[in-house]
């Protein structure tokens, strides 16, 4: 599998972006793509998910409300909807798959098998 993770930009804070992630080479249906991001100087953090089949989604606190996590089987994409930026929503943002869903490894890096190389999301004050 092969993600390639799009739509990053800069945005002034209030403002919206949409990331996309495009998985190619993707054989089943199970599963679940997870995006997380990470801040310069961070460790890198779960953002959200969303599980393939039935499309149950999941979002850190700090995100929920202001993002929106969504998908489209047909095209194997996933996107990030985020609104109402804040500058601390600035960093590199990173779409990841995996072939299990248990959901409470859903947050953690380490449960996903394949990872996107990186959009840059930079919300100035």
């Known amino acids: 599998v092969q993600l390639q993770a799009s739509g990053g930009g800069l945005v002034q804070a209030g403002g919206s972006l949409r990331l996309s992630c495009a998985a190619s080479g993707r054989t089943f249906r199970s599963g679940a793509v997870g995006w997380f991001r990470q801040a310069p100087g961070k460790e890198r953090e779960f953002v959200a998910a969303?599980?393939?089949?039935?499309?149950?989604?999941y979002y850190a606190d700090s995100v929920k409300g202001r993002f929106t996590i969504s998908r489209d089987n047909a095209k194997n994409t996933v996107a990030l909807q985020m609104n109402s930026l804040k500058p601390e929503d600035t960093a590199v943002y990173f779409c990841?798959?995996?072939?299990?869903?248990?959901?409470?490894?859903?947050?953690?890096?380490?449960?996903?098998?394949?990872w996107g190389q990186g959009t840059q999301v930079t919300v100035s004050s």
């Open positions: 969303i599980s393939w089949n039935v499309g149950s989604t």
């Open positions: 990841a798959d995996r072939k299990s869903f248990v959901v409470a490894t859903l947050r953690l890096g380490q449960w996903y098998d394949y």
